[in-house]
Structures are given as structure tokens and as C-alpha cells.
């Protein structure tokens, strides 16, 4: 059996559901996006996008800034420090369970 | 025009900034104005007024160059955020290598240190040309220029956020041997790598635009066709 398997259930809960996961991960990749975006990208509901990021931000792992582009406000949200070592933790114990 | 769509967020994100065709409409006409304001002055007798637009022309495109993030940026809060959202605009690495690629989840991409400035130096190999032969750029030096400029667009692309179709690139090619029919005036010659480019470009950016403004109506247009 697998040695790190057992570690799989250490696994960080709130970016292992599906839609965190998702939204994590498009942070990750591309630095900063707003509401629009995101929703785009991870084909979430306007509900469902907020509650979730909601839970991101509670925990630390996301800030969302209100701002401006010309006159257009916007949403951004961005990955914080603390959002990318558990990021970085979650993806590592991943690989490493699947890695055997 | 492009062959595929990046899969990873920072690739699928660099290609974003290209979904509204803003960055080629821009690039296209700076390098179209400096080109017919430079084949102007190619004509005898040059006059104080075509020099003078050649020398605006000129300063528009370096305005355009410096700040080419900021006015695509200004278009694209009143026209591609409020419709498709926003994110964070590609890096654009000034020092990386000529086949440095970037990697997996990167949100980088080279347009203009590849794509729109390839028509400049194209410019002034033309122009270099002359310099070594009969002291004017030859008839023929555009075509070759063009082919090794469309060689050059399609392998460049291969890596980047946008890859190229080939019948898009070999459009520069076709373009640089039908410009054999254009009588210029030899001082004239070397521009019109920069015609074809800003040509080629706003053609792009321009379709893209009306396809991305077709499939993406206004949120508020949205609301009053639903009430």
C-alpha cells in the first residue's frame, strides 16, 4: 500500500471541495481576477461563487479588494500568502499520495 | 486565426487579453499611420507637411509603444471588463530569449517584443537592404522580408498565449509578393513591411472585436432585452 495515503486525510477541507479547489486554482495561475471573471472561468452560479469565496476569504487564503478600472467597479480577489503555502501544502500531499 | 485554446488558468488567462482584439487594433493602427505618413515622404518633393506628419506619426507610435498597456488597459474597462470580467494582463518578459517558452501556469505572453515588433525590425532589414546594394531598398526585398517575417510570426507563436493559423501568417507572405505591384518610390520601399503588419494586425483585431462583441453583449443591454 501506498505509505502516503494515510496523509490524504490531512488534506486542507476547504480548498479539497470542488468549487475552492477550482477557484484556488485559477487565482494561482493568473495573479488577480474579479467576480466575472471567476465565475466565468469556474462555471459557478453568482450564489455559489460568493458563499465560496466568502468561506476562502473567512479563512484567510483570499483578500478581495473593491476597486476601480476607469469608472467600473470591480471585484478582485487574489490569493494572500497564507492562500498559497496551503495551496502549496494541499498540492503537495496530493502528488505525493498519487506519486506512491 | 489561432490554432488552440491555452489550458491551464495563467495560460487561459494570457490569452484572455487577446479575446477582444484591443491589443492588435492598437499596434495596427500606430504601425498603419507611421506607414503612410512615411510612404508620404518618399514622394518628390517632400514637403514641410509630410515631414511634419512623418515626425508625429513617429511620436505617436513611441507614445504608443511606452504606453501600450495603459491604453489598451483604457479600453478595455469600458468595453471587455463589464461584459467578460477581468484579470490580471499578461507579463510581458522585455529580456527573455528568442525560444524561451513559458511555463505550464504562466500568465506571460510576448506580443510585443514578438508579434507587432517583428514588423519594425522587418522595416528595417528593408531598409538596411539598401544601404548594402544600390543604395535603395530593391523591389524584391519586400517579399523575401515578408516570407521570413511570416516564418518567423508562426514558429514565435507556437509557444505564446496566441498561436497563429498558418493561412493566417502566409497572408503576410502573399501580401509582401502582391506588393510588388505597388509602383512606390524607392525611398518609400521600406515602409511598407510596417502597411502590411498594421494591415495584417487591424484585420485580426478587428474580427476578433466583432466576434467578441456579438457573443458578448453588455450586461445592461442583457437586461433591458430580458424586461
Redesign the interface.
Known sequence: MNGRLPDLTQLDRLIHEPARLMIT?????????????????CGLTQGNLSSHLAKLEEAGYVEIEKKF????P?T?CRLTDKGRAAFAGYTRTVMAALAG | MTDAIAPSPGRRAAAYWFIDGLPEIVFGLGYLLLSVAGIATGYEPANIWTKAAFLAATAVLIVLIGFDRRIIGFFKARLTYPRTGYVRPPAEPETSGPFSKPQRDENVAHFRTRTAFIFFVAMQVVNISGAIGSGEPSRWSVPVVMAMVAAVEYLWSRSDARPYAWWWVALLALAGFLSLAWDLPPKSREFVPLVIGGAWLLAQGGWTLIHYLRANPRPADLESART
Do not use: P
Open positions: 486554482m485559477v487565482l494561482q495561475g493568473v495573479g488577480e481576477a474579479d467576480f466575472l471573471y471567476l465565475q466565468r472561468e478600472k476607469g469608472k467600473l470591480l478582485i
